[in-house]
């Protein structure tokens, strides 16, 4: 098989999800954001955003911590090491498949 | 590829979605402004005249800045469009910058006393590099360029403002062979208008964004 069209082939298919691409490459770029954030920055709705996060926590992606800001509760949300290690993972072999 | 960088991107430019990165900036560079003029326009013996009165003036001015910046942060922006925590694992990149910005200042400080250079005519690449600072702070904001093309345009007329208006404004007093009235002028001039410009972008900035955004609405 062609080295592109098997880089292609194996990248992870969590991450690769646009709305869960979306959602890892912000967290990658930061400590930790919370739900507000992620909603104004994807324009997902609450569903749709708290589904996808849902999936990447199954897959030990993301952490969501409750917390309070004040008197307003706050949903935290950060990469774990095997996140931030599949992300970096991700886009290697998506440069290997476009380049 | 490129999406995925600009995704990447864009946490470190909501930094300024408020302005509160140009505010704090514009502050700082008006307060120390302030400070350079009250210590080449007051009288001889004056407390502006003291060391202590730097550290004291730039000890308050850096808690004010900061209790400004937290205000927005957690009263508007938190709760309009969310909070951020950055990685601060790169620190030592930041110091390791800062280390070698200072020593090729100081070369180029000694190096200038040594030739007897007349330090106003670098103004203008000290205003460039500041205005290359802002840009950075810009992202794809396009009215952002027009008040950064302001502030081009103010660095060039300092640079050839009258030498004996520019040195009024240091009092003409000289520091030292080095710095002259009118290199003294001229930075300060350069300093001021990049804090004015600043101060009025960001408050734009945040004008703007509170008419664009609004908190959601709490769930009973």
Known sequence: MNRQIQAIAELDRVIHEPGRLMITALLFAVESADFLYLQYETDMNKGTLSSHLSRLEEAGYVEITKTYRGKVPQTLLRLSEAGRKAFAEYRRKLKQAVL | ?220
């Open chain 2, 1 to 220: 590829m490129d999406q995925v960088q600009a995704l990447l991107q864009r946490p470190a430019l909501y930094d300024n979605i408020d302005g509160t990165g140009e505010l704090v900036l514009g502050l700082g560079a008006l307060g120390f402004s302030l400070f350079g003029w009250l210590n080449l326009h007051a009288p001889a013996g004056s407390v502006w005249h003291g060391m202590y009165a730097l550290f004291l003036f730039a000890g308050v001015m850096q808690v004010v800045i900061y209790l400004v910046h937290k205000g927005i942060k957690s009263r508007i922006t938190y709760r309009r469009t969310g909070f951020v925590a950055y990685r601060t694992g790169k620190a030592w990149v930041v110091m390791a910058v800062a280390v070698v910005v200072s020593a090729l200042g100081s070369a180029g400080l000694f190096m200038a006393s040594r030739r007897h250079w007349d330090l106003s005519v670098p103004v203008l690449l000290f205003g460039l590099v500041m205005a290359a600072l802002y840009i950075r702070m810009i992202g794809a904001v396009r009215w952002k360029w027009a008040m950064c093309s302001i502030y081009v345009a103010a660095v060039l007329a300092i640079a050839v403002l009258p030498a004996d208006l520019v040195e009024a404004f240091a009092n003409h007093q000289s520091i030292s062979p080095l710095l002259t009235a009118k290199a003294l002028g001229a930075y300060w001039l350069t300093f001021l208008a990049y804090g004015a410009v600043l101060v009025i972008s960001g408050s734009i900035s945040l004008w703007l964004y509170i008419h664009q955004t609004q908190a959601p609405a709490q769930e009973a």
